[in-house]
């Protein structure tokens, strides 16, 4: 079966616990869940899947070129339970470096913003991913081809990393005592995902926290520091093709004004903020998370309608081609993913056109 087909057939379980969750949350009065921010960070998921099944011909095929001339241990056998636990176990250790860097190199942090960029923190965030991981992500992972990872352990172990990490993103889960010493827990990765200053560029753990306590990049939820979600360069945008592009736009323009060309590689190399010898900063102020606004337009609630019905077709028709994707040409592949960036597109725009953003606190429960 398929690595799609799979992500296919637990969607229902994903759409079940965002139901959960959102009962939950209004049971206790703490909701989590505003209707455009959850389409937006379910429709940029979808996208990331479509985008996935067009580009694994270059970032799976790469990593099956480096394994099959370049092993150093030829022959691991996918019966060993042996191979698939440390396989696992590496594959979480170099993926807590490709999500180190994807915040602190602007080249990676360009492809991880989107998965920042929602200022709400709840389930649907967990689906909000980028797509763009294939332009250079897969290079963390060549050691495991190297050292002769077959690639069906690859692909399994890396699909494995990913689905646990789906229920670390809710806020109706508090602190679990021992387990948030060992693994990365919702309380651990509220923290990742909050802009605080105690809390920026921290715990980037996948599976284990651990790698975060030995190289120093752990910090616990305080409880007098209400995380507060998102991005500091907030997106205001509900758009697929924004969300996806706005960080490389950002750091083309940054390239074209700096002067020498080691200094214009930097840019992509250095972290976002990063500004060349000689040239000031722009002035900043203390940042105060709370003091910002969520985005978060305004509209008639038969717009709402239109757009969550719009989604749903848009939905229906991602999981068809994630199912089908196996027996489609490539050019049928993009012409879904095309189809659903434009359904996307479409339910952003119902979902902000001629609206007024709503004044609204960014602080949230943790």
Not at 17 to 28: A, D, P, S
Not at 179 to 197: G, L, T
């Amino acid at each position: 079966m398929e690595a799609a087909q799979i992500i296919v057939l637990v969607a229902p379980l994903f759409f079940l616990l965002i139901g959960v969750e959102y009962w939950v949350g209004r049971r206790r009065g703490r909701n989590t869940y505003r209707l455009n921010d959850a389409l937006s960070s379910i429709g940029l998921g979808m996208l990331s899947q479509l985008v996935g099944g067009l580009t694994k011909l270059f970032t799976l095929g790469i990593y099956v070129w480096v394994y099959e001339h370049w092993a150093w241990l030829p022959g691991l056998s996918t019966d060993s339970l042996m191979v698939w636990g440390s396989g696992l176990l590496i594959y979480d250790f170099l993926y807590y470096w490709h999500h180190r860097f994807g915040h602190t190199v602007a080249l990676f942090w360009a492809a991880h913003a989107v998965h920042h960029q929602s200022e709400d923190y709840n389930l649907s965030t967990a689906l909000r991913q980028t797509s763009s991981g294939w332009v250079a992500g897969w290079i963390f992972y060549l050691p495991m081809a190297l050292i002769g990872f077959p690639p069906l352990v690859f692909v399994v172990v890396a699909l494995i990393d990913l689905l646990y990490q789906y229920w670390v993103h809710t806020q109706q889960i508090g602190r679990l005592g021992w387990f948030d010493r060992w693994f990365c827990s919702p309380s651990n990765h509220r923290v990742h995902h909050a802009v605080n200053e105690p809390y920026l560029d921290r715990n980037y753990g996948g599976i284990l926290i651990l790698w975060d306590r030995f190289f120093g990049s752990f910090q616990e939820e305080l409880d007098e520091e209400p995380c507060v979600y998102g991005t500091r360069d907030a997106l205001r945008s509900w758009n697929p093709w924004v969300a996806n592009w706005h960080v490389y736009g950002f750091l083309l323009k940054k390239t074209a004004a700096t002067p020498g060309l080691l200094n214009k590689l930097r840019v992509w190399w250095e972290a976002a903020h990063w500004q060349p010898p000689g040239v000031s900063p722009a002035k900043s102020e203390v940042y105060d998370p709370r003091a910002q606004q969520r985005f978060d337009p305004q509209v008639s609630a038969q717009r709402r309608g239109w757009a969550s019905l719009l989604f749903l077709l848009v939905l229906g028709l991602s999981s068809w081609g994630l199912w089908q994707a196996h027996l489609l040409t490539w050019w049928q592949q993009a012409g879904v993913m095309a189809v659903v960036m434009a359904g996307l597109c479409g339910v952003s725009w119902l979902c902000s056109k001629g609206a007024q953003t709503a004044p609204a606190s960014r602080a949230k429960p943790a």
